[in-house]
């Protein structure tokens, strides 16, 4: 699902409720998108995308219209998705407005009786008014209460990207907080093509003039080279990563009681919200314990059809050395041939987080790795109370890689209300 702008930040259980019915609309409206796509009808995406000025192709329009469909029928909360998905499903609601004449028609589901008191009680104002359901039940509002803002849209992008190439200082001023990298498959191809070049004159400026811009080189100069890039796209992997523990431990919905299918379906679910266009889940891939099939992968990454990690979860309670060796060996050997970057995540219900990790982490330190250990395994700033991780360095054949641990505590604590 994705989160409306107009709740505070910790939902409670009315306001998933009130979420999941907003959605349950948003949903419908992209399934009947979806129906028009699908029949032979000569209905096509840039019906609904009229002018195209993005890179982005039909085909791939097409396969995010139905991520998008995927996005908001899951229970899942996203507490961002990507400016691309954020333009599509501005896109949909508005040609869906265009398509119907009645305003009484626009919402496909009824708000249930039940449902409309219990937001009265909650948030009726000061004039004995409620702004709130009104807003949930008026469809035009669905173009605001589902976006933070609209800088997505061609107008305001296109200011935004000319004011940076104009002037970085002015840029930062006012858009401090966007990472414009984010936006770059919508830019019209002629500013596109200015902020590359920006980009690429301003990284020369500060690593000197024997930079080369990396698509510029056929491969890498050194394995070195090689390794600090392999880095580079795994630091990035695990800035995610660590977004969506802190996001799982801030969801009511999942805690240690889920199974670990389902706590790995919502990091899946989550990276897909944050752009991951390639992730497949249990893969058959690599070998078993035994030797004799193919291992099961939770998630393995993938970008232009190469891998760039490899993501094994496991819950633990406890630092059960036998469990966390096996998951070990299953990521870096069994299902690793590539020597792919692998991030292996333990999904805690440990009452005492610090001395589970003090207790793992000295485990894996002292672990005796069936690879040459390149660097090793050392412990990184707490990102918060609830998040621990430590990565190294191994190497496979000379092929060196990197392999991160994560802990997050979702076990829940439950203090007496007086």
Not at 50 to 66: A, G, K
Not at 160 to 189: C, I, Q, W
Request: aromatic letters at 12%; hydrophobic letters at 35%; one cysteine or more.
């Amino acid at each position: 699902m994705i989160r409306l702008c107009i709740l505070d930040e910790k939902l409670d259980d009315l306001d998933l409720k009130i979420t999941r019915y907003v959605n349950n609309n948003v949903k419908e409206v992209i399934n009947v998108a979806i129906d028009f796509l699908e029949d032979d009808n000569g209905f096509d995406i840039w019906n609904i995308i009229p002018i195209n000025t993005t890179s982005i192709d039909e085909e791939n329009w097409l396969r995010m219209v139905y991520d998008l469909f995927n996005m908001v029928r899951s229970p899942v909360v996203r507490d961002y998705i990507k400016p691309k998905y954020q333009y599509l499903l501005y896109m949909i609601l508005d040609w869906w407005q265009e398509c119907v004449s009645d305003e009484t028609e626009l919402l496909l589901v009824e708000i249930e009786e039940d449902l409309k008191q219990e937001i009265k009680k909650k948030y009726v104002d000061e004039d004995d008014e409620c702004k709130l359901l009104r807003t949930i039940t008026t469809y035009e509002e669905y173009l605001s209460i589902l976006f933070e803002d609209q800088d997505f849209l061609p107008e305001q992008l296109e200011a935004m990207v000319t004011l940076y190439l104009r002037s970085r200082e002015k840029f930062n001023a006012f858009f401090g907080d966007v990472d414009l990298e984010e936006y770059r498959d919508l830019m019209p191809n002629d500013l596109k093509e200015q902020y590359d070049e920006n980009k690429k004159i301003k990284k020369k400026e500060e690593l000197g003039e024997n930079y080369v811009a990396p698509s510029e080189r056929s491969q890498p100069r050194s394995n070195e080279e090689r390794l600090n890039a392999t880095l580079l796209s795994a630091d990035s992997v695990l800035r995610d990563l660590l977004d969506i523990c802190e996001s799982i431990c801030n969801n009511k919905t999942y805690d240690y009681n889920q199974s670990e299918n389902a706590i790995n379906d919502y990091f899946r679910d989550m990276l897909t919200a944050k752009g991951y266009a390639q992730i497949m889940d249990q893969t058959r891939h690599g070998v078993s314990n035994r030797g004799d099939d193919a291992g099961e992968v939770d998630i393995l990454l993938k970008k232009n059809n190469r891998e760039v990690a490899i993501i094994e979860g496991l819950k633990l309670d406890c630092v059960n050395q036998k469990y966390i060796k096996k998951h070990i060996n299953k990521a870096i050997i069994n299902y690793n041939a590539l020597g792919t970057a692998t991030f292996i995540i333990a999904y805690v219900g440990a009452i005492n987080f610090k001395a589970f990790w003090e207790g793992i982490y000295s485990y894996l330190s002292s672990y005796n790795y069936p690879l040459k250990v390149r660097k090793r395994v050392e412990t990184m700033p707490y990102p918060n109370a609830a998040v621990r991780y430590a990565n190294g360095v191994l190497s496979k054949d000379g092929y060196d890689f990197p392999i991160y641990f994560i802990a997050v505590n979702i076990q829940q604590k439950r203090v007496n209300e007086e």
